[in-house]
C-alpha cells in the first residue's frame, strides 16, 4: 500500500461505527508495509476517522469492484 492508495476495510471497527467493505484513502504508509493511516470520511467529506491499521485489516480496492452507499451515524 501506498499514500492515496484507495483501501477497503476486511473487519467491522464498531468503536468507530465502521464496517468490513467500507472505503478509505491511505493517508501515510509506515515502512515495511507493516501498518497504514487510513482516513475514512462521509460522501460529504467529513472525516470520520484516521486510523493505524495493520495490512490484515484492509485489501486493495477491485477494478471490478461497485461502491455501495449506507447511511452513517456518528457515534
Known amino acids: 500500500m501506498k499514500d492515496l492508495d484507495t483501501v477497503v476495510l ?3 471497527i464498531a468503536r468507530y461505527g465502521l464496517k468490513k467493505g467500507d472505503i478509505g484513502t491511505v493517508v ?3 515502512a515495511a ?3 497504514v ?3 475514512f470520511m462521509t460522501a460529504k467529506g467529513k472525516t470520520v476517522a484516521v486510523l493505524t491499521l495493520e495490512s490484515s485489516d484492509i485489501r486493495s480496492i477491485a477494478t471490478n469492484e461497485i461502491l455501495h452507499a449506507r447511511g452513517f451515524t456518528s457515534i
Open 10 to 12: 476486511t473487519k467491522n
Open 28 to 30: 501515510h504508509a509506515y
Open 37 to 39: 493511516e487510513v482516513e
Open 33 to 35: 508495509g507493516k501498518a
